[in-house]
RNA sequence: UGGGGAAUAGUGUAACGGCAGCACAACUGACUCUGGAUCAGUUAGUCUAGGUUCGAAUCCUAGUUCCCCAGCCA
């Protein structure tokens, strides 16, 4: 970050994007002396990795122009809302890293004040009590070209309204007989502006609030007072928001109270998932996944159990950038800070996910040596542990060919590689069941070349990774792939829905894995990268006895990509 | 056919009238006890047409395309 010093304004770290270039131009004007942000989700779903960037934009803010944040809940539906969301997202948030010190608010603390303001605006005659029903409110709305027309209810007195009013508050009328309204413009062409409903009669309780109200404020009429309430200086919001901003701006004027800025950014998307909390809850709902934590899906906590670090979404979070136009940024850029930050963290440890046997002739029977392995090669101070070898291995079954092609280097008939810190060995023979598959690969083994290294300088092509049969402990691990088999889900044609598109292999359940007993201790959440597979993140299904893993994503893999070209 | 926004390599972004840069992806090669990591390199872009200017991604005009708005949702 760098600071104008004719000003004393800090300029925010790196390119400055609009909303930081926006701030500075207020602080500069004098529009406002600091920075207040928030962030206000609705409590009616978990929060995504859409939210995170909202969250980052909010927080980053914030932390640039050291500002003050928020956190408040936009709790004015009851119908939609409940305590489980208030509990998830706050414990996202916090899992995220975000501060907000003491400021934990409720726009439904605010009820009140905003109820009083209300009464304000009906007593200067710019809000009534509308008798229209909801159809017929949207009747006399006109259309995106047509203009509205007045409510017939539009011209009543002052004192019947707020007598209306009062006794919509009592719970006199029932659900959906009346409205207040602003008063504005029925022919205005933006048609937030066509006398927005302010309140709706709802008789249902409220999360937090309980029966204390039966009518409930909108989210126009509200959000602005929750803002000016709590000081906020930037409003920061999606996109779809800027046709709202002159109703925002229009109550706080009519109230003539403090008056924070909005501005508007668009949401993330971003490739082989949807991002609409409707949708996500469907496939909690219908369970085309096991809930809103499961490992493929886009939420915190499924991203959470899957095995990503709160570092590596900001990280993403930062590097996707903001603008005010869809865009839609590829999975891989999200996979790829994982393993950047994962690279560098994660310990490492082998581990074989579908066995074939190994045994070593010339291995004498029932020795077993502990083999010293590196923890982690990016990080020194991680060290090193021992991990036991024996005359029976498993080596990975996609480690082995009897017929390899050209660019194959592992293990075959007659060619030798390395076993990682064991020995070089040399497969002599096969053995195959009666259908022919090979069941069991015979070696023998040089042993000078213990640890991995032969003295006559001898090298290999390739490495692979084993697990010693009598040492080996059984785990399952889960393979995902993108909950989407297309990379914009959303993209149908006539006829079909976005759910067709839902990958049928999105899961594969691997038991019977064999894990080095290094594993034994590590307990729900902790990851590691499988030597040459990726990184793995222990699940929250493992028990004592019975360890689980879930794929957080795959190491690159260039040999892969090799064979797919042919 | 109303109003509000927006268009830069395959993708995501930077450049604020002065050499179109970065990241991801892809592709080469080097190195490697992970076909990982790392390092070096390559490919590839200003929506279109005019105009202003010594000079335009940037300013102006016209057009094209895309997104949002007709909830008593947020």
Not at 279 to 288: A, F, P
Not at 305 to 322: L, M, N, Q, S, V
Not at 484 to 502: A, L, R, Y
Request: net charge negative; charged share 30%.
């Amino acid at each position: 970050m760098t600071t104008d010093n004719a000003t004393g304004v800090p300029a925010g770290p790196g390119p400055t994007d609009f909303i930081r270039q926006a701030v500075i131009d207020d602080l500069k004007s004098g529009r406002f002396d600091h920075v207040h942000t928030r962030f206000p989700p609705e409590p009616n779903g978990y929060l995504h990795i859409g939210h995170a960037k909202a969250l980052w934009i909010d927080y980053g803010v914030c932390l640039d122009f050291d500002g003050k944040f928020n956190l408040r809940f936009d709790d004015t539906n009851p119908v939609k809302e409940e305590q489980e969301y208030v509990d998830s997202i706050i414990f996202d948030c916090r899992w995220l890293g975000m501060d907000w010190e003491d400021r934990l608010f409720f726009g439904s603390d605010y009820f009140e004040q905003m109820y009083q303001w209300a009464e304000q605006l009906v007593l200067k005659g710019a809000a009534y009590v509308c008798d229209l029903t909801g159809d017929q409110v949207s009747e006399y709305r006109g259309t995106l070209t047509q203009p509205g027309k007045n409510s017939p209810w539009r011209d009543r007195g002052v004192e019947e309204n707020l007598d209306l009013f009062r006794r919509m508050r009592a719970g006199e009328f029932a659900d959906g007989s009346r409205t207040l309204r602003a008063k504005i413009d029925m022919a205005s062409p933006n048609l937030n502006l066509r006398d927005p409903v302010m309140y709706r009669i709802l008789h249902q309780a409220h999360h937090r609030q309980g029966d204390k109200w039966c009518i409930y404020p909108m989210y126009d009429w509200a959000h602005g007072l929750e803002d000016s309430i709590e000081g906020i200086t930037h409003s920061l919001c999606s996109l779809e928001y800027e046709n709202h901003r002159p109703l925002y701006d229009w109550f706080l004027d009519q109230l003539g109270i403090y008056h924070p800025r909005q501005i508007e950014f668009a949401r993330l998307n971003m490739t082989f998932t949807v991002m609409s909390k409707r949708k996500l809850l469907e496939l909690v709902k219908e369970k085309h996944v096991r809930g809103w934590d499961d490992p493929r899906m886009p939420t915190l906590s499924g991203l959470r159990r899957r095995g990503y670090t709160p570092e590596a979404i900001r990280d993403f979070c930062k590097r996707i950038g903001i603008n005010k136009y869809d865009s839609t940024v590829d999975m891989g850029l999200l996979e790829h800070c994982l393993r950047e930050d994962l690279n560098k963290r994660a310990l490492r440890v082998m581990t074989v996910l579908r066995p074939l046997k190994l045994v070593i002739d010339n291995y004498p029977d029932g020795q077993v040596e502990q083999m010293e392995a590196v923890n982690n090669p990016e990080d020194a101070s991680a060290g090193t542990r021992q991990v036991p070898f024996s005359k029976v291995l498993y080596i990975e079954q996609d480690d082995f060919m009897e017929n390899p092609p050209r660019k194959f280097f592992r293990l075959s008939p007659g060619r030798e590689v390395r076993l990682r810190y064991g020995y070089f060995v040399t497969c002599t023979d096969v053995v195959k069941d009666a259908a022919g598959n090979v069941v069991e690969v015979r070696c023998t083994y040089d042993p000078a070349t213990r640890g991995g290294d032969s003295p006559d300088g001898r090298k290999p092509k390739a490495t692979i990774h084993w697990v010693s049969a009598e040492h080996a402990r059984d785990v399952e691990v889960r393979l995902y792939e993108p909950l989407f088999s297309v990379p914009s889900p959303d993209d149908v044609d006539e006829g079909k829905d976005w759910k067709d598109n839902i990958n049928p292999n999105s899961l594969t359940v691997l038991s019977g894995c064999k894990a080095e007993p290094t594993l034994a201790s590590a307990k729900a959440g902790d990851r590691f990268q499988f030597e040459r597979l990726g990184y793995f993140c222990v699940d929250a299904d493992s028990t004592g006895d019975k360890l689980v893993f879930n794929r957080a994503v795959g190491l690159r893999d260039t040999f892969a990509k090799e064979m797919k070209k042919g």
